[in-house]
């Protein structure tokens, strides 16, 4: 296993194997996308989360005693990125509700110290604080569950530590990792011309690991040219 860098070799068996799961999954010939198909109605959560809370977000007044909390509160309906235990944490402080106004609504604000200010409010809890800042920006940022990905990232034959601990440099390694498992999808074979993978789509690609067999168990893809699948 490789600290914090993807084993390509893996990645690109990772990638063969869940194009045979969405190809058994959709309808004969459809190009492989994560905007319609088996991979969105299997992750499209993710990207229809955010684009409800940020909706949601522009008919919001912030001068309501409550409504950024209520707000956060409500955009978790929809999808299961942060352990429903730990809600409790969520619900009204004015403490929390001046801090997600300094991060959704001041520009001024430096992002590096409002997740360590989010860390002195919250204790390194990082599923609730990297969904806080999903929801800012998902160009910029991910959920994360930590346990989750640490066993997904095993396919891909990473020994990935920057989740043992909440930091914003282990979670600016996090986002970085996601960014290179794009970089590898949008310059494969795999997706219909003209497809641009986004961050979010990384994200789900890893998380959809799960699809897929053991690593350390016997695969039928050692008979396969995988140069087929990647530029």
């Not at 609504?105 to 997740?115: C, G, K, Q």
């Not at 920057?162 to 494969?188: A, H, K, P």
Request: aromatic share 14%.
């Amino acid at each position: 296993m490789n600290k914090n860098v993807i084993d390509t070799e893996r990645f690109v068996e990772c990638l063969y194997e869940l194009r045979q799961i969405v190809i058994e999954h959709q309808e004969k010939n459809q190009p492989i996308s994560f905007k319609k198909g088996f991979l969105e109605e299997q992750e499209g959560y993710k990207r229809k989360s955010y684009s409800d809370a940020k909706a949601a977000f522009k008919k919001l007044n912030y001068e309501k005693e409550g409504a950024l909390c209520g707000w956060l509160m409500d955009s978790l309906k929809r999808n299961n990125l942060i352990d429903w235990r730990d809600y409790k944490y969520l619900q009204y402080d004015a403490k929390l509700e001046n801090l997600l106004y300094r991060i959704y609504v001041d520009p001024t604000e430096n992002d590096e110290a409002l997740f360590e200010e989010a860390i002195q409010f919250f204790g390194r809890r990082y599923p609730i604080i990297s969904y806080i800042f999903f929801l800012k920006d998902m160009e910029k940022y991910l959920p994360v569950r930590p346990r989750i990905f640490q066993k997904r990232f095993q396919f891909l034959g990473v020994d990935i530590d920057c989740l043992n601990r909440c930091t914003w440099e282990n979670y600016q390694t996090f986002c970085s990792m996601i960014g290179r498992v794009r970089e590898l999808l949008n310059g494969s074979n795999l997706f219909k011309k003209d497809e641009d993978v986004e961050l979010i789509d990384a994200h789900s690609f890893v998380w959809m690991m799960w699809l897929l067999e053991e690593p350390d168990e016997q695969s039928d893809l050692r008979h396969v040219d995988l140069r087929v699948f990647v530029n």
